[in-house]
């Protein structure tokens, strides 16, 4: 329980899991509201992927791995599809191959391994054959894999999803708010998001680094913490981010937290 809690109307996480290993990247489905993640467990070398609703926080699959224990990651997701690549070799970034499993059953629907992802449409994945030069772009149908027809910028604009993240200020620009702890390098991530104020900050225990996370309502009362990370060497990227009236963290890298707001 947080050292804070008796000042707060509690708000309770919508979803809270753990997992055995780091979540390494998080990706959202707009159309079916699904956050998707890939978790890298670097001591088994093993990667798995993990598929939650942000409707009503089931989890439609958990631990599903592929053939290719460890030269894999999440490359996009689109109209409840998520899309996995390989790599082209052990010793560098270039992706190379797509697989597509269903979002919903973990199932997958197709592979393709002379295939490379360029970019994610608003009409769906465009694509190129690594086999071929010059490249030449497609846009293919992303439950079948089928090529649709050649890439068409007007048509094929680029697909931005609806995920706001804070900005990094000065811990000035929020002294409005009482802070409970001292402040570590004189900057916080902050966002305000329609009546909650949203702070995470770093803070100096002991010669370590911790991180929290506060949000507090319109007048300044605290309403949650959350002790996201603790005895760290180094200040961490931002710790959250809002989608849909959701906010999403990690905790101690592994633990995944979704909060209605």
């Known amino acids: 329980m947080s050292i804070f809690a008796v000042f707060m109307t509690p708000i309770l996480p919508f979803i809270s899991k753990i997992y055995q290993a780091p979540v390494w990247r998080m990706e959202i489905d707009e159309s079916s509201q699904t956050l998707f993640l890939e978790i890298r467990d670097h001591e088994a070398k093993q990667v798995s992927f993990s598929a939650l609703s ?38 560098g970034p270039v992706h190379k191959g797509l697989t597509a499993i269903d979002g919903t059953s973990g199932k997958e629907l197709w592979s393709n391994f002379t295939l490379a992802f360029d970019h994610l449409s ?33 048509l094929d604009q680029p697909q931005y999803n609806q995920i ?37 900050l770093h803070t100096l225990l002991q010669e370590h680094l911790e991180q929290h ?3 507090f309502n319109e007048e300044g009362t605290l309403l949650y913490h959350d002790l996201l990370n ?20 990690l905790k101690n890298r592994s633990g995944l937290i979704v909060l209605n707001l």
Not at 54 to 66: A, C, I, K, V, W
Not at 183 to 193: C, D, K, T
């Open 54 to 91: 942000l409707q009503n926080g089931d989890t439609y699959f958990e631990g599903l791995t592929t053939p290719e224990r460890w030269l894999t990651g999440i490359e996009a997701v689109y109209n409840g599809v998520l899309l996995l690549h390989n790599y082209q070799s052990a010793t």
């Open 122 to 154: 608003v009409n769906g994945p465009v694509v190129y054959n690594t086999q071929l030069q010059p490249k030449k772009l497609f846009l293919i149908d992303v439950k079948t894999g089928n090529t649709l027809r050649g890439h068409e910028p007007v």
């Open 164 to 200: 706001i993240s804070p900005e990094l200020v000065p811990a000035a620009e929020v002294n409005n708010l009482y802070l409970p702890l001292s402040v570590h390098a004189n900057a916080v991530h902050y966002i305000s998001y329609n009546s909650f104020r949203i702070v995470s």
């Open 213 to 215: 996370l506060f949000i």
């Open 230 to 249: 603790n005895a760290i060497q180094k200040m961490q990227p931002e710790a959250f981010v809002l989608h849909n009236n959701q906010l999403i963290y």
